[in-house]
């Protein structure tokens, strides 16, 4: 069975500080892969998605970045953290085809980060 | 535009009682899905269901119920004889390729 893993839970880091958020999937291969933010109390804003290995679309304009170093790892970073930059952070997998299609979406247990 | 709509922030029920979420999307897509997603308070979204924008078929999977309804574009989902465990803030998606979500309904089911 397929299972998603996020690290850290919950992080708190000062204004300015870098950011790296590591997502992993395990059980399948050549997954889509996405990174969401959820702000207190609101839905869930996509902020990048791959479809493959060193492939990101970002959705958002941000100082935040994601990368895809191995198929089935993604990472969500930043140089310099925001105030605005606090959230809950989501990872999701898809079944991948290369491409993007509306599949259901599997989500990992998130991080909470609060930025100081 | 792509959008969907969930109009009920919160909504708060007693034990045994059914209640109904509601959800409208907008889409020029003839082609698509529509999902339900459960975030318990520990914050992991759990998928619920699936449909595909030509199957109009309601469907039940034990207290659960979803009622799609392209002449309104809406796809309610109602919980039947409501338990404390149901208790959590429930998501209407839309997807014509990525997920569009709604800003959720926050169930509180008290015992």
């Known amino acids: 069975s397929q299972t998603i893993h996020q690290w850290p839970a919950t992080l708190v880091q000062p204004v300015g500080s870098p950011l790296s958020l590591e997502c992993t999937v395990e059980g399948t291969s050549n997954p889509n892969l996405y990174w969401y933010r959820q702000a207190a109390g609101r839905g869930l804003q996509l902020l990048f998605y791959?479809?493959?290995?060193?492939?990101i679309s970002s959705e958002v304009p941000q100082n935040l970045s994601a990368s895809r170093p191995q198929d089935r790892q993604f990472i969500l970073s930043s140089k310099k953290l925001l105030l605005s930059d606090s959230g809950f952070y989501l990872c999701a997998w898809s079944l991948g085809s290369g491409r993007i299609v509306n599949g259901e979406q599997y989500f990992g247990p998130g991080t909470r980060l609060t930025v100081t | 535009a792509q959008k969907v709509t969930q109009a009920q922030t919160e909504i708060s029920v007693v034990e045994k009682e059914d209640v109904t979420l509601d959800c409208v999307y907008e889409?020029?897509?003839?082609?698509?899905?529509l999902f339900w997603y459960k975030q318990p308070p520990s914050g992991e979204l759990v998928f619920l269901i699936r449909?595909?924008?030509?199957?109009?078929q309601n469907e039940i999977s034990g207290r659960y119920s979803w009622n799609f309804q392209k002449s309104t574009s809406s796809f309610n989902f109602t919980i039947t004889a409501s338990q404390v465990v149901d208790s959590a803030v429930y998501f209407c998606?839309?997807?014509?390729?990525?997920?569009?979500f709604g800003t959720g309904t926050r169930l509180q089911v008290f015992p």
């Open positions: 889409t020029r897509d003839t082609t698509y899905y």
């Open positions: 449909r595909n924008s030509f199957d109009e």
């Open positions: 791959s479809v493959g290995i060193g492939q």
């Open positions: 998606a839309l997807s014509p390729d990525k997920l569009i």
